[in-house]
């Protein structure tokens, strides 16, 4: 055993030992559940994560390629106008709360204002197909990243939590279980102790017992002894009354058996 | 007739463009070019028509910075004609430099709108449009003042005065303000090459208004198209429509009218270059309408692929013709174009789309 100290502090009774049983099956449960858990929210978040930068990637070179179609069709740089015509965002986010087992995360929602268009005249002249077009490529890349952001951000929160999942994990694992099995088998030991103690005072009291009615049954048989030898004597001085000492005798005899 | 005189002032300016117009890249080039697999090689393919221009470069350079070295050298070689040039094809270059110039005050204007610094806006200005007073539109820190100064300082005052109010810089928005400009810079170029006693019945006033009609036209059913959807009322369209080109008149009626894509190609049935142009559109186009250039599928070329091959087959066909200023104009055109393809391409090699990169244009 490592040692008394690790196990808790209670009297080594059936009804504690009962106790600790049942705690022990409840940390075992409870260790495979937050084991299965910890494992749920790695495994889905990150394969979530690499879907999401995949996409990212694959939308961020259609769009740049569309950036490149607008510089084509424009033949020249717009970038300027556009910025200054913006007035107000027409990409725009909504946070809100996601509950994942447990663990409420923030998550990102991106939705398109409606009725804004603010640089709709760019591109009048010439180009101005390319310049929507490119917006709505852009708009496809920003959504990808805002999926991806709401991703990641949920990943640091998961990440704190997975680590306290796995702490409680090896806490249960390393620390609640084996102390609660010493516990038992301490408990063990000391009813056993005390079973053993018990059958021996057992043992000791029918011996003693014993030894007691051995006493007695010596008495007996010392008086008895006695008896015969003053029953004897009176015999041989009178032969006549044979008859009758002997039923006495046989009623003694009977008497003796009922003790 | 006019080849009597014509070589007395102009015949030096004429050699020299016809020089620029042979150092053009040729579909051997492009095709070379697409071959390469990184900006570097692409940088060594152009390495014989843009040289100096480029070796100042660092490696891998950025394909924006591929486009202003190539603007560059366009920039240089105008400057070069220019200042060569005299009298009339002076005039001329001028006005070709008109177009860049409205483009650069739409920029100053806006930036004036907003309340930035325009000193930062100059370098963003396309040089060809800049003019010796432009640093001082930066002064004005109002839009009143600003409109005084292009007034004073600009050659762009006429358009201004004749159809915006110093109100309208204000609440119109800048694409009006701009396309309004260049309608009547279009209108004004056209009245000048055929009115001015030097090019009026001469080659030049022919090609050129070929070339001019082409881009009115083109405009105009640009505005039309990229308008759908947005708050331009059909009354306001009208007003952008230049007042002349082979659209003109009914064909612009019909186009002012039209609300969908069906509505422009009924107003362009009349031209057969435009109608075959929209027929190839709408079947190449798909649903999402036209003008992708290749958003739909990467075969079909779209309807400003179209106008950008058509432009630069007129302007190749201006060069079969002698004692004429729209030369210039096509070479600046046709030079423009190389830069858009040598940008594309870069962009598709940078970006390793390769599939998309043969959407250049070559005409030679």
């Keep these: ?259 | 007739m006019e080849g009597l005189l014509f070589n007395v002032n102009n015949g030096y300016i004429e050699g020299i463009v016809r020089g620029y117009r042979n150092s053009l890249l040729t579909s051997t080039n492009y095709t070379n070019m697409t071959q390469c697999e990184s900006i570097d090689d692409l940088k060594l393919q152009l390495g014989p028509a843009y040289g100096d221009f480029l070796a100042s470069l660092p490696p891998k350079p950025s394909t924006s910075a591929l486009a202003a070295k190539t603007t560059d050298k366009l920039v240089s070689e105008f400057r070069y004609v220019r200042a060569n040039a005299a009298g009339s094809l002076a005039k001329f270059m001028d006005y070709l430099t008109y177009g860049y110039m409205i483009d650069n005050v739409a920029l100053l204007i806006t930036g004036t709108l907003h309340e930035r610094d325009t000193r930062e806006l100059l370098e963003r200005c396309h040089p060809l449009g800049w003019f010796e007073t432009m640093p001082v539109l930066c002064v004005a820190t109002n839009i009143e003042e600003l409109y005084n100064s292009v007034m004073i300082e600009t050659p762009l005052a006429p358009y201004f005065k004749s159809s915006l109010s110093l109100q309208d810089l204000d609440e119109l928005n800048i694409e009006i303000v701009r396309n309004t400009l260049y309608k009547n810079y279009l209108e004004d170029f056209y009245h000048f090459v055929n009115t001015h006693p030097d090019m009026a019945g001469t080659p030049t006033a022919e090609v050129m208004s070929e070339l001019l009609e082409f881009e009115a036209d083109r405009r105009a059913i640009n505005i039309t198209l990229n308008s759908f959807g947005t708050e331009l009322s059909k009354a306001d369209r009208k007003k952008l429509y230049p007042n002349f080109g082979q659209l003109y008149p009914e064909g612009t009626l019909m186009l002012s009218r039209a609300d969908d894509f069906e509505g422009v190609r009924l107003a362009v049935e009349g031209v057969a270059d435009y109608k075959s142009f929209f027929d190839a559109a709408g079947l190449g186009g798909g649903p999402s309408g036209p003008g992708n250039m290749g958003g739909g599928g990467t075969e079909g070329k779209s309807l400003e692929d179209m106008f950008y091959q058509k432009e630069m087959e007129i302007s190749k066909m201006a060069f079969t013709r002698q004692f004429t200023y729209a030369i210039v104009y096509a070479w600046v055109k046709l030079r423009e174009q190389e830069i858009r393809n040598i940008t594309w391409i870069a962009e598709c090699i940078a970006q390793n789309q390769k599939e998309r990169i043969n959407n250049y244009i070559s005409v030679f």
């Excluded at chain 1, 002894?225 to 000492?245: C, F, H, I, V, Y």
Aim: proline content about 2%; overall charge neutral; charged content about 30%.
């Design chain 1, 1 to 259: 055993m490592s040692g008394a100290a690790d196990r808790e502090a209670v009297f080594p009774t059936r009804q504690s030992l009962g106790i600790m049983k049942a705690k022990l099956k409840g940390a075992e449960t409870g260790h495979s559940l937050l084991k299965r858990k910890s494992e749920a929210l790695t495994k889905s978040i990150t394969r979530r994560i690499d879907e999401a930068k995949r996409k990212m990637g694959r939308v961020m070179q259609i769009a740049s390629l569309s950036l490149a179609e607008v510089t084509y069709a424009v033949g020249g740089n717009i970038g300027y106008q556009i910025q200054e015509s913006t007035k107000s965002a027409r990409f725009r986010i909504r946070a809100k709360q996601e509950n994942v087992s447990g663990v409420l995360l923030p998550a990102f929602e991106a939705y398109q204002a409606e009725g804004n268009d603010d640089f709709a005249m760019t591109g009048l002249g010439k180009g101005g197909q390319q310049v929507q077009r490119c917006r709505e490529t852009y708009a496809r890349a920003v959504e990808a990243l805002v999926e991806l952001a709401s991703l990641q951000t949920a990943f640091v929160i998961l990440d704190e939590v997975i680590k306290v999942v796995n702490r409680r994990v090896n806490a249960i694992e390393h620390v609640i279980i084996p102390r609660t099995e010493n516990t038992i088998k301490y408990i063990n030991s000391e009813l056993d102790e005390l079973d053993r103690e018990e059958f021996y005072r057992l043992k000791k009291v029918a011996a003693k017992k014993q030894r007691d009615n051995a006493e007695t049954d010596a008495q007996m048989k010392a008086k008895k002894a006695e008896q015969q030898r003053l029953a004897d004597s009176e015999n041989a001085e009178g032969e006549q009354t044979e008859n009758t000492p002997a039923d006495i005798l046989a009623a003694e005899e009977d008497e003796d058996v009922i003790f």
